[in-house]
């Protein structure tokens, strides 16, 4: 398959190609993300973000892209503690996932925590100022994805892999 570049960001952390189709993929480096499922008290805490590229406030878990070398579970409690402000303490590895693999390189790591060991404030990026942490009982957050009203992937993913494992 024939693909051209048509983007490079200044950093080169991300690429665009074109393939002869028309089909617009997006080659991302670092290319992985770890989120973080964490429940307490039989809710979940999840996050809601505005999301430029939907123009929408979407749901989803804390988490977010990792940093070079960075070990994929420090990465799901470091931006579980960014954006909701909660430290966590043990994690369990739930699975990797490629939440757009018709458009992105960009794999996943699922995590999921009910130790939950200490609220502080959220340490925010100013692009992140949209972020905003709730909880939510576990059964609410299944009804919602199941009625079209949530639409994340990696949330829908995360939660199933949780449920499928028995933690949720």
């Known amino acids: 398959m024939k693909k051209e570049l048509v983007y490079q960001s200044r950093d080169k952390e991300i690429e665009v190609f074109e393939d002869e189709f028309g089909s617009i993929t997006l080659k991302e480096m670092p ?35 990792m940093k070079e070398k960075e070990d994929p579970m420090k990465a799901a409690k470091r931006e579980l503690l960014e954006e909701t402000g909660i430290v966590c303490g043990e994690a369990v590895f739930l699975g990797s ?6 458009l992105s390189n960009v794999i996943t790591h699922v995590f999921f925590t009910k130790e939950i060991i200490e609220y502080k404030s959220q340490r925010l990026e100013k692009k992140e100022a949209t972020i905003q942490a709730f909880h939510i009982p576990v059964e609410r957050a299944f009804h919602n994805i199941e009625q079209g009203i949530w639409k994340d992937s990696e949330m829908a993913h995360g939660l199933l892999l949780a449920r499928l494992k028995g933690l949720i």
Request: hydrophobic letters at 45%.
């Open 31 to 65: 290319h992985e993300a770890a989120v973080m499922v964490a429940l307490e008290n039989d809710s979940l805490i999840l996050i809601s973000q505005y999301r430029p590229a939907v123009d929408e406030i979407i749901i989803q878990l804390p988490g977010g892209g």
């Open 97 to 102: 996932i490629q939440p757009s693999a018709c």
